[in-house]
Nanobody, 122 residues
Framework: QVQLVESGGGLVQAGDSLRLSCAAS???????MGWFRQAPGKEREFVAG???????RYVDSVKGRFTISRDNAKNTVFLQMNSLKPEDTANYYC?????????????????WGQGTQVTVSS
């Protein structure tokens, strides 16, 4: 069983940066890890994913601003968010999948954290 715990969310102003962390219990070094977000009244959407060997994938709206990374020795995944915009406001979730592919849909992910809130004011 894998448990995921996110941290690092908060209230920031447009243009600021935040770094989210996701600590995983259990051996997740071979799993694809992803970050999703969900704003009020909207569906949960894929933000970024990273494979066990560092391959990455991003939704177009965050390319060039967000960077996903992982430290397999510490079972931790990070999401560095720069140049934040009000439309980035959402609850951010960490997820893990046993799939070998950089999945972008929620149904492909097996484990989820509880989420951390990111609010960007204009």
């Amino acid at each position: 069983q894998v448990q995921l715990v996110e941290s690092g969310g908060g209230l920031v102003q447009a243009g600021d940066s935040l770094r989210l962390s996701c600590a995983a219990s259990g051996r997740t070094f071979s799993y694809v890890m992803g970050w999703f977000r969900q704003a009020p009244g909207k569906e949960r959407e894929f933000v970024a994913g990273i494979s066990w060997n560092g391959g990455t994938r991003y939704v177009d709206s965050v390319k060039g601003r967000f960077t996903i990374s992982r430290d397999n020795a510490k079972n931790t995944v990070f999401l560095q968010m720069n140049s934040l915009k009000p439309e980035d406001t959402a609850n951010y979730y960490c997820a893990a999948t046993r799939s070998s592919w950089l999945e972008t849909t929620t149904r492909h992910y097996d484990y989820w954290g509880q989420g951390t809130q990111v609010t960007v004011s204009s």
